[in-house]
C-alpha cells in the first residue's frame, strides 16, 4: 500500500510538473498582424526581410486557404470567428451585419469572437484592434475590446499613422491580443493589380511597418513572451477577387513565439477559420461550441 502512494504521489508531482512547463510554454502576449489582400503567389517574388526571418524561426504556411467568397468581410470574419461563412452568416465583401443569421450569438449581440472568449474567461485583460479599413469594426466585437481604433492612411498609401498608433499602444498597454490590420496591399490591388511592381513595392513597404512593430514588443519589454501571426484575408487576380482560383484562396500565415514549434513549413491542411482557435490554444482559453476551426496541432507541437 505504502508504494501505491508513493507511485501516486509521485504520478501527481509528474502531472503538477507537466502543467507547470506547459503553463510557461504560454505567451503571454499575441500580435496579429493582417495584411489585406496579401496572396500566397508573392512570396516567391517578394523582398520581405522583417516576414522571412519570423518564418525562419517558427511555423508557416502559403496554402492556407479562405472561406469563400474569398473577399474581405468574409474572411476577416472567420480569423477571429473560428468558423466559415455558413456559421458566422457574413457573405459579402463589405457585410457590417450577417446576410444569413449567425449560427451562434454571444451575449454581445454577434457571434463569439476570439476577443469575446477572452473577455469571458480572462476579464482582466486588456485587448485590442487597430485597423484602416472601417469594416473591421463589424467583424471583431468592439464590446469585448478595451480599445478599438480605425486610423486611416496618409498620402501615397502611407499605413504610419497605423503603425505609430499600434506601437504607442503596445508599449503602452502590453496588450494580451494586438490585432493590427493594414488594408494594403489590397487598395493597391483594386487600384493598379495584383502581381505588379507597385503591388511588390507596397508589401516591401508593409515588411518595414511589421519590423517597427516587433520593435515595440522590445522596447515594451515583452518581445520574448509574444507570440506574433502574420497573415491575410484573400490574394487576388488582376484588380479584382472574391472568385475560387487559388491565386484567389491561397494567402500566407507565419507564427512564431513561445508556444509555437520551429518546424518551418507546415504539412497540415490549414483554413482561414483555424487561426482563432490556435490563438485560443496558446492563450489556454476555451473555444465555444459554435466554432468549426481546430488549432494547428502542428505548430503547437501537439
Known amino acids: 500500500m505504502k508504494s501505491v502512494g508513493r507511485f501516486i504521489v509521485s504520478l501527481a508531482v509528474v502531472v503538477v510538473m507537466s502543467l507547470s512547463v506547459a503553463e510557461a510554454r504560454r505567451p503571454k502576449h499575441v500580435v496579429f498582424i493582417g495584411l489585406d489582400g496579401w496572396g500566397s503567389y508573392s512570396m516567391s517574388k517578394v523582398d520581405m526581410p522583417n516576414v522571412k526571418a519570423l518564418m525562419d524561426m517558427g511555423a508557416w504556411t502559403f496554402k492556407k486557404r479562405s472561406v469563400l467568397p474569398s473577399s474581405s468581410a468574409i474572411n476577416w470574419a472567420s480569423v477571429f470567428m473560428g468558423v466559415g461563412t455558413e456559421g458566422h452568416g457574413y457573405t459579402q465583401w463589405g457585410s457590417r451585419t ?3 443569421p449567425s449560427i451562434a450569438v454571444s451575449e454581445h449581440g454577434i457571434f463569439p469572437t476570439i476577443f469575446t472568449e477572452v473577455r469571458r474567461q480572462r476579464p482582466g485583460a486588456e485587448l485590442g484592434a487597430l485597423y484602416e479599413w472601417d469594416g473591421i469594426a463589424y467583424l471583431v466585437d468592439t464590446l469585448a475590446l478595451n480599445t478599438y481604433c480605425q486610423v486611416e492612411e496618409g498620402p501615397d498609401n502611407d ?24 488594408d494594403n496591399p489590397d487598395h493597391v490591388g483594386h487600384s493598379v493589380g495584383h502581381d505588379t511592381p507597385a503591388y511588390y513595392d507596397v508589401m516591401s513597404y508593409l515588411d518595414g511597418q511589421i519590423g517597427q512593430i516587433i520593435e515595440a514588443t522590445k522596447q515594451a519589454g515583452i518581445y520574448d513572451e509574444t507570440v506574433f501571426i502574420v497573415s491575410a484575408d484573400h490574394g487576388g487576380v488582376g484588380t479584382g477577387h472574391g472568385g475560387k482560383s487559388l491565386l484567389e484562396m491561397e494567402t500566407p500565415l507565419i507564427m512564431v513565439g513561445p508556444g509555437i514549434k520551429n518546424v518551418g513549413e507546415l504539412k497540415s491542411a490549414v483554413m482561414q477559420f483555424d487561426i482563432a482557435p490556435t490563438i485560443a490554444a496558446l492563450l489556454g482559453v476555451r473555444a465555444p461550441q459554435a466554432w468549426t476551426g481546430r488549432p494547428i496541432a502542428e505548430a503547437l507541437g501537439r
Open 98 to 100: 450577417p446576410e444569413i
Open 159 to 182: 499605413s504610419q499613422p497605423l503603425t505609430d498608433a499600434a506601437v504607442e499602444y503596445i508599449r503602452a498597454k502590453s496588450p494580451l491580443i494586438t490585432a493590427v490590420i493594414y
